[in-house]
């Protein structure tokens, strides 16, 4: 049974930058997606960047593009999300969720069937 564990949320001030990490594991397949959803109370879950295991492509939503970026450790199974020049409307709980079932790596949330339990981000103006 594959599991996901997010870590690396925090405070931090607007302008600021987090990393976050989701160490992935219990699966074999190298061909899968893997992406960030966050969500901010009283809001729907959304999706924040996907990444293709196997051939690297991302996806990334609008309202983060270049301002963050997402990547994966192949040895350790372990997805990232580098957060840079975070804005208040940032804040929200950040999940890790991961789908292998192949296909396209879309950001909407009944793509993806693993999920982690969360990591809170918290930026101030």
């Known amino acids: 049974q594959p599991q996901l564990g997010e870590s690396g949320g925090g405070s931090v001030q607007a302008g600021g930058s987090l990393k976050l990490s989701c160490a992935a594991s219990?699966?074999?397949?190298?061909?899968?997606?893997m992406a960030w959803f966050r969500q901010a109370p009283g809001k729907e879950r959304e999706g924040v960047a996907t990444?293709?295991?196997?051939?690297?492509?991302?996806i990334y939503a609008d309202s983060v593009k270049g301002r963050f970026t997402i990547s994966q450790d192949n040895a350790s199974n372990t997805l990232y999300l580098q957060m840079n020049s975070l804005k208040p409307e940032d804040n929200g709980m950040y999940y890790c969720?991961?789908?292998?079932?192949?296909?396209?790596?879309?950001?909407?949330?009944?793509?993806?069937?693993?999920w982690g339990q969360g990591t809170q981000v918290t930026v101030s103006s």
């Open positions: 219990g699966f074999t397949s190298s061909n899968y997606c």
């Open positions: 990444f293709r295991a196997g051939g690297g492509s991302t």
């Open positions: 969720a991961a789908d292998f079932r192949g296909g396209y790596c879309d950001t909407s949330t009944s793509r993806y069937v693993y």
